[in-house]
T-cell receptor
Framework: ETGVTQTPRHLVMGMTNKKSLKCEQHLGHNAMYWYKQSAKKPLELMFVYNFKEQTENNSVPSRFSPECPNSSHLFLHLHTLQPEDSALYLC?????????????FGSGTRLTVV | AQSVAQPEDQVNVAEGNPLTVKCTYSVSGNPYLFWYVQYPNRGLQFLLKYITGDNLVKGSYGFEAEFNKSQTSFHLKKPSALVSDSALYFCAVRENTGGFKTIFGAGTRLFVKA
């Protein structure tokens, strides 16, 4: 384990469902991130939270809604998704947004939209 | 705008031979550069970083990377490949002003044959 835990590991949902992805870290980090990983494409930065404040929304569709109730937890709420949203969703954390020490990633949630 | 290019989708090398995984970047100002590795069904793991100083950076598992400012490259190297090095490798660049956004490449799959 890296110290960043993501649940669930796998999720299959219909296009009309509502579900949430959860990310938790107890590393004392103050910045948390959501990335989308699709095959043979660069990781896509979705959202950035620094000290619980959202500092980046990388033109993500509104069917993805992040929530950061505290520095240790990050959620990604999903509703009315499309099949092209199927991907591996990775959560990461760092000491803070400006940290030079790199990111710690979770193992990801493999999302399939049917 | 910052960008990262990993020109090879896959690199094949025999066990015991040296390996190189290529990365070029574009960023305003001095770059912070990173390499991460991803094993199957896992998140990304930090390997090494270049911030400043010596152009040859040493990291985990015997990997090293060479920063070349004139060629805007940051190639990952290892003198003797192991079968267990087979994985997906990501290069990343972070701007060190303003938003501190980290951009990842599309990844290069390394296959080490016994």
């Amino acid at each position: 384990e890296t110290g960043v835990t993501q649940t669930p590991r796998h999720l299959v949902m219909g296009m009309t469902n509502k579900k949430s992805l959860k990310c938790e870290q107890h590393l004392g980090h103050n910045a948390m991130y959501w990335y989308k990983q699709s095959a043979k494409k660069p990781l896509e930065l979705m959202f950035v939270y620094n000290f619980k404040e959202q500092t980046e929304n990388n033109s993500v569709p509104s069917r993805f809604s992040p929530e950061c109730p505290n520095s240790s937890h990050l959620f990604l709420h999903l509703h009315t998704l499309q099949p092209e949203d199927s991907a591996l969703y990775l959560c990461a954390s760092s000491q803070d947004k400006g940290s030079v020490y790199g990111y710690t990633f979770g193992s990801g949630t493999r999302l399939t939209v049917v | 705008a910052q960008s990262v290019a990993q020109p090879e989708d896959q690199v094949n090398v025999a066990e015991g031979n040296p390996l190189t995984v290529k990365c070029t970047y574009s960023v305003s100002g001095n770059p912070y550069l990173f390499w991460y590795v991803q094993y199957p069904n896992r998140g990304l793991q930090f390997l090494l970083k270049y911030i400043t100083g010596d152009n040859l950076v040493k990291g985990s598992y015997g990997f090293e990377a060479e920063f070349n400012k004139s060629q805007t490259s940051f190639h990952l190297k290892k003198p003797s490949a192991l079968v267990s090095d087979s994985a997906l490798y990501f290069c990343a660049v972070r701007e060190n002003t303003g938003g501190f956004k980290t951009i990842f490449g599309a990844g290069t799959r390394l296959f080490v044959k016994a």
